[in-house]
C-alpha cells in the first residue's frame, strides 16, 4: 500500500491538447489517464493516484461553474483521505485559477497546479515533467499548509503572487514580487524559506453570481467607456498605472461608482503595491481613496477581481469587503 494518496483533476490545456483532423490545430482531448500513461515513471513514487477525468476545456473556456464544482470535488477527496490534490489545465488562466482555488481551501493539504507550454506534439513537450513534478509536490509534507500552489518548469510558486509571464516559454510562470517557494531537484521539493500564513475566505456561497469588471487605465482615456462598465457590474477593479493612479477624468466616475458598488484600486503592473499615501493629486491614490476606493494593495488586478467576485458570491457588504481586503491586501 502506497504511503501518499494524491487525487488528480484534468481540465483540459494545452498539456491534455492533440491535432484535430477537422481543423489541422491542437484542440483538448485526452483523458486524465492518457495523460497519467505519459508518465511511466510515476509508478516509481510511492503515490496512490485517484484520477478524475473532469473538463477538457482551453483554459480560456473554464468558468466559475468549472472552478465551483472543482472546489467542492477537491474539498470531498480531501475528506475521503487524500494528502494533496493535482489539477492539470491550460496554462492560460492558471495564475487566476490556483488563486481562487487558495481562497476557497482552509485545509492543510497542497493542492497543485500544472499545465504544460508545449504540447504533446512537440518536440520537448513538457507536460509529462510538470505532471511529475506536481505528483510529488502534492504529496510532499513540506508543501503542508501551503494551499494552493502552482508547478511549472520544476518551480513552485505561490498562488497569490504567480504569473504567466511569457506567451510561449517553458519556463513562463514566475512571481515577479517574491520569486517561487522552492523547487524540485532530484525528485524532492526543496523550500527556499519558511511558508508565508496564508489567509482563506471559505465559506458558504449564496449561489449569487457577480458580475465583477477589471478596466486598465490606459493613456489619454476619456472615462466613457469605464463609466458605461461601472453601470453593468455589481463590483469593480480600476487596474491603475503606478501606485494607483488614474487620468483625472475617471475620478467623480470612480467616487459615484464607490456609492453603489464595491470599487477595488488595484495597480495594472503586475509587480509592487498600490500606495495608500504619498501622491496628493486628483486621481492619485490618495484622492481616490479618499473617496471611498478599496485598496487591493499587493493583489495584482486579476486576483483582485476574483477576491470581490468571491467575495460578492458570499453576500459580503461593501465593508466587509473592504476589511477582507485589508487583511488579504498587506
Ligand atoms: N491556450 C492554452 C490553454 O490555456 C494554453 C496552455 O494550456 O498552455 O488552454
Redesign the pocket.
Known amino acids: 500500500m502506497a504511503t501518499r494518496t494524491v487525487a488528480i483533476f484534468s481540465l ?4 491534455a491538447m492533440t491535432t484535430d483532423p477537422a481543423t489541422g490545430g491542437v484542440v ?1 482531448a485526452l483523458s486524465a489517464h492518457e495523460l497519467l500513461a505519459a508518465v511511466p515513471a510515476l509508478r516509481d513514487l510511492d503515490v496512490e493516484l485517484r484520477v478524475h477525468d473532469f473538463r477538457r476545456l ?3 473556456s473554464l468558468g466559475f461553474d468549472d472552478l465551483d464544482a472543482l472546489s467542492d470535488a477537491l474539498a470531498e477527496a480531501f475528506r475521503t483521505g487524500c494528502d494533496g490534490a493535482v489539477v492539470t ?5 492558471i495564475e487566476e485559477t490556483a488563486y481562487l482555488l487558495d481562497l476557497r481551501h482552509p485545509g492543510e493539504q497542497p493542492i497543485v497546479v500544472t ?3 508545449r504540447n504533446p506534439t512537440l518536440p520537448g513537450a513538457d507536460g509529462p515533467a510538470n505532471v511529475h513534478a506536481a505528483v510529488i509536490a502534492a504529496a510532499a509534507p513540506e508543501l503542508t499548509g501551503a494551499g494552493a500552489v502552482v508547478v511549472l518548469g520544476d518551480e513552485i510558486h505561490a498562488a497569490r503572487h504567480v504569473r504567466k509571464s511569457h506567451s510561449t516559454s517553458p519556463a513562463a510562470f514566475t512571481s515577479p514580487a517574491t520569486g517561487p517557494l522552492g523547487g524540485l531537484y532530484e525528485g524532492r521539493v526543496h523550500l527556499h524559506g519558511p511558508l508565508a500564513p496564508r489567509t482563506t475566505f471559505a465559506g458558504p456561497s449564496t449561489g449569487r453570481a457577480a458580475r465583477v469588471g477589471l478596466y486598465t487605465a490606459t493613456l489619454g482615456d476619456d472615462g466613457t467607456l469605464l463609466a458605461a462598465m461601472a453601470e453593468a457590474c455589481d463590483g469593480l477593479v480600476i487596474a491603475a498605472f503606478g501606485v494607483g493612479h488614474v487620468p483625472e477624468g475617471f475620478v467623480g466616475i470612480l467616487e459615484r461608482a464607490a456609492t453603489r458598488i464595491p470599487v477595488v484600486l488595484a495597480g495594472r503592473i503586475g509587480n509592487g503595491p498600490v500606495l495608500q499615501g504619498t501622491y496628493g493629486f486628483p486621481g492619485s491614490e490618495r484622492d481616490l481613496l479618499s473617496r471611498g476606493l478599496i485598496r487591493a494593495g499587493h493583489l495584482d488586478g486579476y486576483k483582485a477581481r476574483l477576491l470581490l467576485h468571491h467575495l460578492l458570491g458570499q453576500g459580503r457588504s461593501t465593508a466587509e469587503i473592504a476589511a477582507s481586503f485589508g487583511t488579504e491586501a498587506h
Request: no cysteine; glycine share 32%.
Open positions: 483540459g490545456g494545452t498539456i483538448p482551453p483554459g480560456a489545465q491550460g496554462t492560460d488562466t499545465g504544460a507550454m
